[in-house]
């Protein structure tokens, strides 16, 4: 027996014990064991080097799951994307979170990564088009179960693909919306009702409350009781107290006017009218606290003359 074959013998032990050590779990230690075991491949058996440092990725992944970390921020999931182009599709023998171990497509671990990857991603960077990009990725995956999204932010729970795409899909229209909520209210509630329907169907039910409310905001019209203007979005339009006497409401309806603009003790002005009213009567109090601090300062004077006055004449 040739020193090479001894050696490519022992090299095959070693391998063995790595893949016990990942089978019952052992995460950290398989994961170190893989990484030696690709330094050595590198003589013994070129060809096999690639799978081994992608299952010392993968487990140092589980390890840091296990350990609850963010594999995201430590920098493992980029760590084992890096290798899509070389490893390609193999099918491979591995652990994976959950208790799975068995055969598994290389392809399909790294799209699902690539996938969550570029979602976070997208949300950090408020980026839609990036996250339009996640859509698609996911939607490759479809209705199969997704392996690692229960571990991983932004998801953490268990979803199929073609959710966790129409999740994507939900954020990005709000990104997208989010540009026009000033400019134009109607656009956005156009971007907003896609978000809303998104959501729905990817069964994130909180969200989707959040924005079906932001798009009664955004359809709301009402025309401002100083300026008589018809304005478009809650966010600018403020309701002030006042005395509004049902004289008024008949008024309103007497002129074929918005009766919405008023409530029993409240009406509605437009956002220039209410901050025009507030600076002017901000600015008014400022004057007349003004002029009250120099009363005191004064009467103050008084005061302290009388003392001494007293004082003398005791
Ligand atoms: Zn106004």
């Given at each position: 027996?040739?020193?090479?074959?001894?050696?490519?013998?022992?090299?095959?032990?070693?391998?063995?014990?790595?893949?016990?050590?990942?089978?019952?779990?052992?995460?950290?230690?398989?994961?170190?064991?893989?990484?030696?075991?690709?330094?050595?491949?590198?003589?013994?058996?070129?060809?096999?080097?690639?799978?081994?440092?992608?299952?010392?990725?993968?487990?140092?992944?589980?390890?840091?799951?296990?350990?609850?970390?963010?594999?995201?921020?430590?920098?493992?999931?980029?760590?084992?994307?890096?290798?899509?182009?070389?490893?390609?599709?193999?099918?491979?023998?591995?652990?994976?979170?959950?208790?799975?171990?068995?055969?598994?497509?290389?392809?399909?671990?790294?799209?699902?990564?690539?996938?969550?990857?570029?979602?976070?991603?997208?949300?950090?960077?408020?980026?839609?088009?990036?996250?339009?990009?996640?859509?698609?990725?996911?939607?490759n995956i479809g209705d199969e179960m997704l392996i690692f999204s229960m571990y991983l932010s932004p998801l953490k729970r268990r979803i199929t693909g073609r959710r966790a795409a129409l999740e994507c899909e939900g954020y990005a229209q709000v990104i997208e919306g989010a540009r026009f909520v000033d400019e134009d209210p109607s656009a956005a509630a156009e971007y907003y009702m896609m978000a809303v329907r998104a959501f729905r169907s990817a069964r994130l039910h909180d969200k989707e409350a959040i924005y079906q409310n932001t798009l009664i905001g955004l359809r709301v019209e009402l025309t401002c009781w100083i300026c008589g203007r018809r304005v478009k979005g809650a966010s600018h339009l403020v309701w002030m107290p006042a005395q509004v006497s049902n004289y008024f409401v008949k008024l309103l309806e007497e002129n074929k006017e918005d009766v919405r603009s008023v409530k029993p003790n409240r009406l509605v002005v437009c956002k220039p009218c209410y901050t025009a009213i507030s600076n002017e009567a901000l600015a008014q109090a400022r004057k007349e606290a003004a002029r009250v601090m120099a009363r005191v300062q004064e009467l103050e004077r008084r005061l302290r003359r009388l003392e001494s006055t007293v004082h003398t004449m005791g």
């Open positions: 027996m040739s020193v090479s074959q001894k050696a490519l013998m022992k090299f095959s032990q070693e391998i063995e014990k790595a893949e016990n050590a990942a089978r019952i779990r052992l995460f950290s230690k398989a994961s170190k064991q893989y990484e030696k075991l690709a330094e050595k491949a590198r003589e013994l058996q070129p060809e096999i080097a690639i799978e081994l440092q992608f299952y010392s990725i993968l487990y140092r992944l589980l390890d840091e799951i296990e350990d609850g970390k963010d594999p995201m921020k430590t920098g493992t999931v980029s760590a084992l994307l890096r290798l899509t182009p070389q490893i390609g599709d193999r099918r491979l023998v591995m652990a994976l979170p959950g208790g799975r171990f068995g055969e598994f497509s290389t392809f399909r671990i790294l799209r699902e990564l690539k996938a969550i990857e570029t979602m976070a991603i997208g949300l950090s960077r408020n980026d839609h088009n990036m996250l339009r990009q996640a859509v698609d990725l996911f939607m």
